[in-house]
């Protein structure tokens, strides 16, 4: 990819059913840390889309750090590439440098994107004149009646995805990139861990592509079950805010974390769809990871101020 941080990737052998779609129209990218348990669901969720299987292409980016065994046999559109460059962004790159697709689309390894998804991305694709990137919802979920406190959390704060496209960027859970748009922004920043589908988006949008919302390309997200999940995700993010971009980006991001959650907090309290007490467990768990982000951002701080000394 033209100015892509230098990222390889590398083939691991299995043995397909069938030969491989020669020339797919859409490249699914998915990196994969740990989570090769959670593959074959979103594999089956693949196989059923109503977009035929020869216009796409599924890449498995694998990017953990411990070995894994790759299945004996996998769809015929289906590969698996190994990125020993750590971070999610990178991964997607070597992804993106190995795929055929002129689209490339992007979920995640916990993702469990609907029947519809790829022909919805389709059809808003032909719609569109030019380079346009798209995003379609995520909706989080619980496979219980009695959610904890952290799903209950998880499932009002979500990812609101119309939000983000309103505000021009789009999380990679359902995000739609054309292959040029890519090439020319030279690709994720493979330097960050959190917040590189929102920078590149920015950086799109910029340079003159708009990002569009399409509803009917669904995909689902499971809820975090325990505060550790909740709470390693916000540190990722936190990451991202404080250690990378420009230095207004991070002074705002100081600034935001100090203050209370105010936004958040408004945004739970009007979530009708919800019951009263999932509202208030929503704003308790809010309340008590902010104090968390506070601390996690006065250690990214110190992580700087050590760096910067001659």
């Known amino acids: 990819m033209t100015g892509a941080p ?26 994969v840390y740990d989570h090769w348990s959670l593959v074959p669901e979103l594999l089956d969720c693949l196989r059923a889309q109503t977009l035929p299987q020869d216009e796409f292409e599924v890449i ?16 015929r559109n289906v590969r698996i590439l ?21 689209w490339m689309v992007f979920t995640d390894a916990d993702c469990r994107p609907a029947p519809e998804w790829l ?10 004149p030019g380079n346009v990137l798209l995003a379609g919802p995520v909706e989080m979920y ?17 990812i609101p995805q119309e939000h983000y496209v309103r505000r021009g960027y789009a999380a ?20 960050r861990f959190s917040g590189g589908d929102a920078d590149l988006c920015r950086r799109a949008v910029a340079r003159g592509y708009p990002i569009r919302f399409v509803p009917e390309a669904l995909v689902y997200h499971p809820a975090r079950e325990s505060w550790e999940e909740v709470v390693a995700k916000a540190r990722r993010i936190k990451g991202g805010q404080i250690l990378c971009g420009s230095r207004i980006s991070r002074a705002y991001w100081v600034l935001r974390t100090l203050l209370p959650p105010v936004p958040l907090y408004y945004r739970y309290t009007l979530a009708s769809q919800y019951p009263v007490r999932y509202r208030l467990v929503s704003l308790a768990v809010q309340s008590r990871l902010w104090g968390h982000e506070l601390m996690e951002m006065l250690r990214l701080l110190m992580r700087l101020s050590r760096r910067q000394r001659p």
């Open 60 to 75: 498995l980016i694998n990017n953990g750090l411990k070995a894994f065994t790759a299945p004996k046999t996998l769809p």
């Open 142 to 158: 619980a496979d219980t009646l009695r959610p904890n406190a952290y799903q209950i959390y998880d499932l009002i704060r979500g």
């Open 119 to 128: 022909e919805s991305m389709r059809d808003a694709s032909r719609k569109e």
């Open 172 to 191: 990679t859970a359902n995000l739609l990139i054309p292959r040029p748009v890519l090439e020319e922004l030279g690709g994720f920043d493979a330097t």
């Open 82 to 102: 190994q990125c020993d460059r750590r971070g999610s962004y990178a991964a997607r790159n070597a992804g993106v440098s190995a795929a055929a697709g002129e």
């Open 6 to 31: 230098a990222v390889t990737a590398t083939d691991v052998t299995c043995q397909c059913e069938g030969k491989q779609p020669t020339r797919p129209a859409y490249s699914v990218i998915v990196p």
